[in-house]
């Protein structure tokens, strides 16, 4: 073991006990351990931080609820919502139906390209903008996109969402799974052979549409999301003939 | 009241795990967050998620690394839900600056503003080294990582925290 090898060592470690035989003939690394014992020291003083009295979850609340333990949420989240909160939310959740309605339903023939369009459902739909950490059942997942399609379960992602919507006029898969940056959504379609990639492009996200065989996939995330993993599971698990 | 006999243990094993390692669990979220009152709601989602999982810990002398894990997942998920964006020291919140506010010694104020500083990749290997006892294998399996870029990461936040207690130094 030379110098460099045994600093690396102590710095990796401070307490490392090899390279016996080189320290105890190098004045100059008996010296970097020293100092590196002494940074240590430091640094652990540093690190212990003082700790609140921390309020317990109270266990007999917790056990009056013991049967949903995969329905823990955030704390801010399990607040009261005012009764008033709830008739704004009831109301913003008709409007978004209307314009999901309005928009995707009945107006996609408007849409110039299919690109376009992918974009523009991405947007409307309920859930593609906001994190959550609760998966989407798998009878539920198992519905939308069955065998034939794709073989997928939550080991893919985490699948908060899926749904069957209709783009370019056929019912297809419209999944979200929880990516590293925020939620992705991720659009199945068997039906939708294109040429080559088509860049997803726009003021708060990116993504592609991607040839798969006699299909497609199309895959949206935040401006800052990386999707190449993502785009390499989908595309491993699909099922029709690429 | 076998019932009540078996829930009363259950409970008895939960606070007696949690009241040994809570002061690990609060320090390792708030190195890892950097935020007081973050910690706080992540120490907490993690006691509620340890009481419901409570059977999956087999043996209790695995209980600490057990927690961490919890609090590691817990403050992820944190994260994911908010989506908080990134940790400026100069422009920090109340909570934030309530980490590094409460050390009377310069020499080890500057230590955890260098601390604070330090990329998450380096600040979490340490702190899980320095002040959970980890080996570096153990420090691997909870992050994730082969061992050799864990003794990397370790030596380069050594090297980085030296170098910048230097210069405080000669300032």
Redesign the interface.
Known sequence: MNCEEYR??I????HFDGGAGHVSECAACQEYRR??LA??A???????????E????S?DE??AN?DS?EN?V????RRGIPTRAWFAIAATVLLAAFIGIRYIGIDNSSYQSLAEEVLAHSKHEPGAFE???KKVADDQLYQVVPSNIAELDHSTGLITYAETCPISGNEVPHLII?G???PITIMLLPDEKISEAIPLDDENSHGVILPVGDGSIAIIGSRDEKLEEVQKQFVQSVMWDT | MQSSNADLDRRKRFEQIVGVFHQDMYRYAAWLCRDKAIAEDVVQESMLRAWKSLEALRDDSAAKPWLLTIVRRENARYFERKRLETVDIDNLTASQAALLAEEPDDDLGDMRAAIYELDDDYREPLVLQVLMGYSTNEIADQMGLKQGAVLTRLHRARAKLKDVMQEQAIQ
């Open positions: 690396e060592a710095g990796a470690d401070p100092e590196m940074l240590d430091k640094i652990k003083s540093a690190l212990a931080i003082t700790v609140p921390l309020e317990l979850p266990l917790i056990a013991s333990a823990v955030a704390l801010d989240s994190p959550s950490d929880q590293e940056r925020g």
